[in-house]
Nanobody, 121 residues
Framework: QVQLVESGGGLVQTGGSLRLSCVAS????????MGWFRQAPGKEREFVAS????????YEAASVMGRVTISRDKVKNTLYLQMNSLKVEYTAVYYC??????????????WGKGTLVTDSS
C-alpha cells in the first residue's frame, strides 16, 4: 500500500520560513518524480513544485519561484519543500504527490493527505 505522509506544517509569520517533509512508502521512491501542490481556502488545488527521479530537474510555479526549494533524499525516501519569505497568500493545505514515472511530464499517481500551513500574522 502506497503512503505519502506530509509533515512540517503549522503557524508561521509572514516573512518566515518553513520546511515541509513527505515520507513515501510502498513504492520505489527513486523511480518516481515527485511534486508539491497546495489548496488555499476557497480555491482549487494548484501546482507548487516538482522534481524528477534523480533530483536534477526541478520546476517551481511562477507564484513561488525564488521562495521555495524542492529536494529529495533517496536514502530516507523523503521529499522536502523549503519555503522562505512566506507570504500571507501561502496559507493552504500542502499536498505531496508522486508522478507515474521518472519525470513530472507524466501524470500523477498518488497523493498524500496534506499538511496545513497557516500565516499567523
Amino acid at each position: 500500500q502506497v503512503q505519502l505522509v506530509e509533515s512540517g506544517g503549522g503557524l508561521v509569520q509572514t516573512g518566515g520560513s518553513l520546511r515541509l517533509s513527505c515520507v513515501a512508502s510502498g513504492l520505489t521512491f527513486a523511480t518516481h518524480a515527485m511534486g508539491w501542490f497546495r489548496q488555499a481556502p476557497g480555491k482549487e488545488r494548484e501546482f507548487v513544485a516538482s522534481i524528477n527521479w534523480d533530483g536534477r530537474l526541478t520546476y517551481e510555479a511562477a507564484s513561488v519561484m525564488g521562495r521555495v526549494t524542492i529536494s529529495r533524499d533517496k536514502v530516507k525516501n523523503t521529499l522536502y519543500l523549503q519555503m522562505n519569505s512566506l507570504k500571507v497568500e501561502y496559507t493552504a493545505v500542502y499536498y505531496c504527490a508522486a508522478y507515474l514515472s521518472t519525470y513530472a511530464s507524466y501524470g500523477l499517481e498518488y497523493w498524500g493527505k496534506g499538511t496545513l500551513v497557516t500565516d499567523s500574522s
